[in-house]
């Protein structure tokens, strides 16, 4: 996106998808709940108008150098 190769793409949050596969495995294994179960991890759009500040927090926080 940075360099002007594709118009956008989405990222999602994989600590979320992680902490809701587990919550909701837990509920049908003790039978909190009854299948089938689903969660939509919400997607974040990266475009030209968000990418400077998408690489100067993930630089912040270590994710990408």
Known sequence: VE???MTA???QN???QAR???RIMH??????SEG???YIVPAELINKDNIDEWIAFHKEIGMIE
Do not use: F, N, Q, Y
């Not at 509920?27 to 909190?32: D, Y």
């Open 27 to 32: 509920e049908l294994l003790t039978g909190e």
């Open 9 to 11: 793409t989405v990222v």
């Open 36 to 38: 089938p179960v689903d």
């Open 20 to 22: 809701h596969g587990l």
């Open 14 to 16: 994989a600590t979320e």
């Open 3 to 5: 360099a002007g190769e």
